[in-house]
Structures are given as structure tokens and as C-alpha cells.
């Protein structure tokens, strides 16, 4: 097996690795989110899907790299370093909030740049591109957007309470927020592969129906699931999300000839 190149080794995280798996499953993370937050879903997975984790740059093991303030200049980049394994076994992409904005320009990319077609979009937790709002918890305070996260539950308290550690966490979860509510794609965009909407039923930053809306983004198919919980879901109910992910794959693969599970 060929070792990973120095760009892989920066931008992606394989919690569980396995160069046998039939799919590869990128995953995004939220705004101010790393890696580490889909270790549980990674280890939830069945054999043959490899969780493919990105890193972006401005924290934990790249803090000393500059933060992207957009979120098509990061799905290029992730996408720059994903080409080498996309030609070799089928993606799917997860993207949680931010991250499925991410997701979405990522699989345009990959459509029509290279003429791949990734096996699913799981969309969490965020509103389908054509309803965008205007948000602008990127421009408050320190005080204000340490608020929000805490409203959210979805940053480690322990980052939250200790000031050397939020300091540094600061600046990406900032940029991060910039690149999530300054994003806009043309209206009637919509990509060959199918979408996977997912939402927390008690979520008030997305409610069912913004999530339902991700259908007028893909010629392909269409399914929408609801779980307990708020924006953070995912991190109560990894196996039931884990369990989606596995049936929507599932049955793409077996559409192709082949199986998985």
C-alpha cells in the first residue's frame, strides 16, 4: 500500500484506518469543529466504509496555519488532496452544518471537474443552499459568539472554560463562521448524486422544512431523516446515523452490481 502523501497527512484523519474498504466517507466537520468530533461516527461504521476525516487548517494539529474564510476556497483545497483517492474506490461525502456547505461544493467539484459522481451528500444540520439567510454571529464579540457556542453544546466545554485554550480557538471558529454565513451558490444548482438531508427535529437553527429543501439540489434521488436531539444530534444518535449512512450506501452500491454491509 502506498503511504499517504504530505497533503493527505495534513488534511485527513483515518480514526480507523482501512485500505480495504470498498467507500470512502469524507467527512466535514461544523464551523469551529475538527476532526475529532466524527471519531465516534468512524468507529460506528461498517468494515467497508473507511471514515475519511478532514482537518481544516487553524487548529488543534494545524493551528499555526492560516484559516480559509470561504467555503468554496476550502472545498477546493480539500478537494485538491482528495483527487488521488477519489480515482481509486468511490466517495461519499458527510458534511455537518458548515461542513455540508462544504460538502456540496466539494461534489460539484468532483462532477465536473473529474466526471465523478460520489455515491451520497449526507447534509446535516444545515438549510439547502437556496434558502440562504443572512447571519452574522461571525461579527460579534468575543463574549457573544463564546454565548452562541454555549447555546449550542457543541464545543468542548473544556475549550470553553479555560481562556489560554479559547484564545486559541477563537480565530478558526470565527473564520469558520464566515466562511459558513457568507456562503451563497447560484439558485437552481443541483448536483448528479444523490442527497441525504438529516436534521435534528428539536434544532432551531434548521427546521424540517429548510432541510426538506435540499431535494431541488439533486437529479438524483432524495430521502430526508429526522432524529431526536438539536444541531448536535449526531453526536447522541451516532448509531442510528450510522445505520442511515450504511442503508443509503448500501443500497447505491447495490444499484452498481455490488454490496456492502
Same mark, same amino acid.
Given at each position: 500500500?502506498?503511504?499517504?502523501?504530505?497533503?493527505?497527512?495534513?488534511?485527513?484523519?483515518?480514526?480507523?484506518?482501512?485500505?480495504?474498504?470498498?467507500?470512502s466517507l469524507v467527512c466535514l466537520p461544523h464551523a469551529g469543529g475538527t476532526a475529532s468530533f466524527y471519531f465516534p461516527l468512524s468507529e460506528l461504521l461498517p468494515s467497508t466504509v473507511e471514515a475519511v476525516v478532514v482537518q481544516y487548517p487553524g487548529r488543534q494539529d494545524r493551528l499555526s496555519e492560516p484559516c480559509i474564510e470561504s467555503v468554496p476556497e476550502?472545498?477546493?483545497?480539500?478537494?485538491?488532496?482528495?483527487?488521488p483517492l477519489a480515482a481509486k474506490r468511490p466517495v461519499a461525502l458527510f458534511g455537518h452544518s458548515m461542513g455540508a456547505a462544504v460538502g456540496f461544493e466539494l461534489?460539484?467539484?468532483?462532477?465536473?471537474?473529474l466526471g465523478i459522481t460520489p455515491l451520497a451528500l449526507?447534509? +446535516?444540520?444545515?438549510?439547502?443552499?437556496?434558502?440562504?439567510?443572512?447571519r452574522d454571529i461571525h461579527?460579534?464579540?468575543?463574549?457573544?459568539?463564546?454565548?452562541?457556542?454555549?447555546?449550542?453544546s457543541g464545543t468542548d466545554a473544556q475549550i470553553l472554560d479555560e481562556r489560554e485554550l479559547l484564545q486559541l480557538a477563537l480565530p478558526s471558529i470565527r473564520s469558520d463562521y464566515k466562511a459558513s454565513e457568507t456562503y451563497r451558490t447560484e439558485p437552481?444548482?443541483?448536483?448528479?448524486?444523490?442527497i441525504v438531508a438529516l436534521t435534528g427535529e428539536a434544532d432551531d437553527?434548521?427546521?424540517?422544512?429548510?432541510?426538506?429543501?435540499?431535494?431541488?439540489?439533486?437529479?438524483? +434521488?432524495?430521502?430526508?431523516?429526522?432524529?431526536?436531539g438539536g444541531h448536535f444530534y449526531v453526536a447522541e444518535h451516532g448509531t442510528a446515523v450510522a445505520a442511515a449512512i450504511t442503508d443509503t450506501l448500501c443500497a447505491a452500491r447495490t444499484r452498481g452490481g455490488q454490496t456492502i454491509g
Open positions: 500500500m502506498a503511504l499517504p502523501t504530505a497533503g493527505e497527512s495534513r488534511w485527513f484523519r483515518r480514526f480507523h484506518p482501512n485500505p480495504e474498504a470498498d467507500i476550502m472545498a477546493r483545497a480539500v478537494f485538491d488532496v482528495l483527487k461534489a460539484m467539484l468532483l462532477e465536473r471537474e449526507f447534509a +446535516s444540520a444545515r438549510p439547502a443552499p437556496s434558502l440562504q439567510r443572512g461579527r460579534l464579540d468575543d463574549a457573544g459568539l463564546v454565548a452562541e457556542l454555549r447555546r449550542l437552481g444548482t443541483a448536483l448528479r448524486c444523490d437553527h434548521v427546521s424540517v422544512e429548510e432541510a426538506a429543501s435540499w431535494r431541488e439540489h439533486t437529479a438524483g +434521488s432524495f430521502d430526508l431523516r429526522v432524529f431526536p
